[in-house]
């Protein structure tokens, strides 16, 4: 997984380097020639060390890039928390591919206009009613996560993502007739369509 993150960045920092402009590589504009930008060709990745790699400050708070498609998602520490206790509760016993499609469909709501915006608020939604959104809810300050629920969060915000955005349930035998697949004990479906 560290090694995906690492090949992450190193692929939007060689992305930055052939995007550059002239002006950033030229000296002045005090009517010297301008440099071009070097174009970085996948082969040249390969001649990358180690002592480079280090060096490597990743982007802005020397956090990762993130995933273009949960860009907007923000939570605080305390909906982190809960979102890996749900994803423990949830998929504790699965793959780590399954447990982020957890955490990327509680992401899918959080950005869909039918469900509540925040992660805390799609986490607990229905909690007070017969049949809450995420079954286990009442139990979440019962658990402790593991480090394989953060890194399943982590997966799904820095990584490649495993689902389509208008995925946004799961359950054992599938919330609807528009299955996006399964992953684990886990059917996934796609968002209904009204009207």
Same mark, same amino acid.
């Given at each position: 997984?560290?090694?995906?993150?690492?090949?992450?960045?190193?692929?939007?920092?060689?992305?930055?380097?052939?995007?550059?402009?002239? &002006?950033?590589?030229?000296?002045?504009? %005090?009517?010297?020639?301008?440099?071009?930008?070097?174009?970085?060709?996948?082969?040249?990745?390969?001649?990358?060390?180690?002592?480079?790699?280090?060096?490597?400050?990743?982007?802005?708070?020397?956090?990762?890039?993130?995933?273009?498609?949960?860009?907007?998602?923000?939570?605080?520490?305390?909906?982190? +928390?809960?979102?890996?206790?749900?994803?423990?509760?949830?998929?504790? &016993?699965?793959?780590?591919?399954?447990?982020?499609?957890?955490?990327?469909?509680?992401?899918?709501?959080?950005? &869909?206009?039918?469900?509540?915006?925040?992660?805390? +608020?799609?986490?607990?939604?229905?909690?007070?009613?017969?049949?809450?959104?995420?079954?286990?809810? %009442?139990?979440?300050?019962?658990?402790?996560?593991?480090?394989?629920?953060?890194?399943?969060?982590?997966?799904?915000?820095?990584?490649?993502?495993?689902?389509?955005?208008?995925?946004?349930?799961?359950?054992? &035998?599938?919330?609807?007739?528009?299955?996006?697949?399964?992953?684990?004990?886990?059917?996934?479906?796609?968002?209904?369509?009204?009207?």
């Amino acid at each position: 997984m560290k090694l995906q993150r690492i090949a992450f960045i190193i692929g939007i920092l060689l992305c930055l380097a052939a995007l550059c402009t002239s &002006n950033a590589a030229s000296e002045d504009t %005090a009517g010297k020639s301008q440099v071009p930008c070097q174009r970085i060709s996948p082969s040249m990745t390969a001649t990358v060390s180690a002592a480079q790699l280090a060096a490597i400050t990743p982007l802005a708070e020397n956090a990762p890039a993130r995933a273009a498609q949960y860009i907007n998602i923000s939570m605080t520490e305390a909906e982190r +928390d809960e979102l890996a206790a749900i994803v423990y509760l949830e998929a504790g &016993n699965q793959s780590e591919e399954a447990q982020q499609a957890v955490v990327e469909v509680v992401f899918n709501r959080v950005l &869909n206009t039918y469900f509540p915006d925040t992660v805390h +608020d799609v986490l607990f939604e229905g909690a007070d009613s017969s049949v809450p959104q995420f079954s286990p809810i %009442a139990l979440i300050d019962t658990v402790t996560p593991g480090q394989a629920q953060y890194d399943a969060i982590d997966g799904a915000l820095y990584g490649d993502t495993i689902l389509d955005a208008d995925v946004v349930y799961f359950s054992r &035998n599938g919330e609807n007739d528009r299955v996006w697949g399964q992953i684990g004990d886990h059917v996934f479906c796609r968002e209904y369509i009204w009207g």
